[in-house]
Structure formats: C-alpha cells, structure tokens
C-alpha cells in the first residue's frame, strides 16, 4: 500500500506530453530531483537538505529554442557522468545534470522531413555504457557518443527501422538474458524494435504495429513493458518479440511506465487518472512471464501525464499531471 506524502510545488504546470517527468536519485542520497517540461521552459526542482522543497531556478531553453515546445527533459545516468538531456520543435540539448551548462546542441533537419510535418525530438535513453539515445519525429534514432568528460559529443549513429515518429526509448534496466538486447523503441504506430548496443547497435527483434500508439516502454530482465492508447499494458520477450501478458490497464490513454529494477514493479500511469502499481515476475517452473496488480491511485481531476519510481526498490513515486502546478508523491506505508 502507498500513501500520499507532502506534493512538491512548481513554479509552471505540466504540459500534456508522453512521460512528462524525470526523477534524478544520485548515488548515496536519499534526496530525488525532479523535472517536467512546460512550453519553452522546464520545470527543475530539488527537495531542500531541511526537508523544505526548495528549488532550482526554472530555466528557457536557450538561443533558438527559446520561442519553440520543448517536448521531454530526462536525465541519463552513465556511469562516467550524468546529462539531463531536452528535446524539442527545434533540436536536441544537453546539461550538465543541474542544468547550469549546456555542453551539446544538435539541430534538427527540417528538409529532411515531408513538408507540413512537424519537427520535433522526443524518447530519450541512455545505453551501453557510454551512449544516450534520442528519437525524432521522422522515425530515425540518433545514437549520440559521449566522452567521460567535456563537450566532444557526435552522432556515432542513426537507426533508421521505424516509419513513424518516436514515442519512447528504454534500456535495459535489470539482467537481460543473453540474445535479448538492451534497448528498445517504439514510434507513434505502436511498433517496436529491440536492439543490442555496441560500436554498431544491431536490431535483434521488430515487434509489429497494430494500429495503436504505444506510448511508453520499459525494458527489464529481457521483458518488454509497453504501453497503449488504448489502456492496454503488453509484455513480450525481448529476444523473439513473443506476446507473453497482455492486461487491460487502464480505461484511457497510457502515458508513462516506470519500471524499479530491483523488484521488477511496473508503474503506470494514465489519462483516465489512475496510477497503478504491478509486478512483474518469471515462474521458476515454466518461465512463464506473470504480472499481478499491487496498488490503484486515483489522483482525483488530474489527466495524469508523468509518473516515476523514486527508488530502485518502487517503495515510492511521483505523478504529474496536465495543468497541474504540482508533483504528488506517494510512498509506501
């Protein structure tokens, strides 16, 4: 069972985006960094050293994307550094994790698209060790290389199976079994692609569309999480693209999954403003993959649009919701 605990304010509300919230636990700490996009801006803030919720300044992006929609900030943990990365109509941005200095820009191709489409970035991941993946809304993934340090970021890739814009990157955050690759996709159709990361990404499995969005996916112990428009939570097997669970979720548009990768919790999060907490698990007996419910929030008027663990253990979470000014966080009781 989680309770509600104290709600951490924002200075702007949370616009109505796929996986609008980002949660920064570093290493040691018991304190959790949030961040939402709203319009130009993004929402940054840091739970105070007191226990008071204090905050980072809430920063524009800068130069050309000032006047543009930003359309996601997640921070990528690598194990040399952290960047908490932006994207939007115009391009893609990445800080230092507190946000105070932008060490990389890359700018979107507008010709490259058909005319009248819209441009913009969105999916963000870190994989490998040493890349943060990034989709854009003509289907191409970038595969970004980054230094232990400095600014001598480069496109060392760009994965090119998806026909429809991006909705959602993951990596793999538990034990993959062997052949089951370490990132997944998924575009605006509803088809996935799972790939092993390397000096060259290799596509292991392409998971069809079936004329639904999926709007978020997570990656776990060789199991692919993946979210709907139509409320629908499907989980396959990484390695073969195998439909092993399929529940009915939700009563409205999925918008964020989380996953706590040391207790295989899935977190889910909708229009229809439920919050749901499940488990997921293999049977020792016949490597079935299972998934139970544990815990049903309903976060009373709010068209929930982000919703993160806040620990690895999912002993906690927090949810964002469409013009709402605010964070809520549950933990367990």
């Known amino acids: 069972m989680y309770r509600k605990e104290k709600s951490i304010q924002l200075k702007s509300s949370s616009a109505a985006l796929y996986n609008n919230l980002s949660v920064l636990r570093p290493p040691g700490r018991q304190l959790a960094a949030f961040s939402a996009v709203h319009g130009p801006s993004v929402n940054v803030t840091v739970p105070s050293l007191e226990g008071r919720e204090g905050f980072c300044p809430v920063f524009p992006l800068t130069g050309v994307l000032l006047s543009c929609l930003s359309f996601q900030a997640a921070w990528c943990v690598l194990p040399s550094r952290?960047?908490?990365?932006?994207?939007?109509?115009?391009?893609?941005q990445?800080?230092?994790?507190?946000?105070?200095?932008?060490?990389?820009w890359h700018a979107l191709d507008v010709m490259e698209h058909p005319p009248g489409q819209t441009v913009f970035a969105r999916g963000i991941?870190?994989?490998?060790g040493r890349f943060i993946c990034v989709g854009t809304s003509s289907g191409l993934v970038l595969v970004f290389d980054i230094p232990p340090k400095g600014t001598n970021i480069t496109v060392s890739e760009v994965l090119e199976q998806h026909r429809d814009a991006i909705t959602d990157i993951a990596a793999e955050l538990g034990q993959?079994?062997?052949?089951?690759?370490?990132?997944?996709?998924?575009?605006?159709?509803?088809a996935l692609c799972v790939w092993s990361s390397g000096e060259e990404f290799t596509l292991l499995s392409k998971i069809p569309a079936f004329g639904c969005t999926c709007s978020s996916v997570k990656l776990w112990n060789g199991v692919v999480a993946a979210g709907y428009g139509n409320g629908q939570i499907l989980l396959y097997e990484a390695a073969t693209g195998l439909l092993r669970a399929e529940v009915n979720a939700h009563a409205r548009w999925i918008y964020a999954l989380d996953l706590a990768p040391e207790t295989g919790k899935l977190l889910s999060g909708a229009e229809d403003s439920f919050v749901h907490v499940w488990k997921i698990s293999r049977n020792p007996d016949t490597d079935d993959v299972e998934i139970e419910h544990c815990h049903a929030e309903c976060v009373t008027d709010t068209q929930v649009c982000g919703a993160r663990f806040c620990d690895p253990e999912g002993n906690s979470f927090a949810v964002t919701g469409?013009?709402?000014?605010?964070?809520?966080?549950y933990g367990r009781v």
């Not at 993959?176 to 509803?190: F, Q």
């Not at 469409?322 to 966080?329: G, K, M, P, T």
């Open 82 to 92: 952290v960047l908490l990365v932006l994207t939007s109509q115009k391009g893609i």
């Open 94 to 104: 990445m800080y230092e994790s507190d946000g105070s200095i932008m060490v990389y």
């Open 125 to 128: 991941a870190a994989a490998g």
């Open 176 to 190: 993959a079994p062997d052949g089951a690759g370490d990132l997944v996709t998924a575009d605006d159709a509803g």
């Open 322 to 329: 469409y013009d709402l000014s605010e964070i809520f966080r």
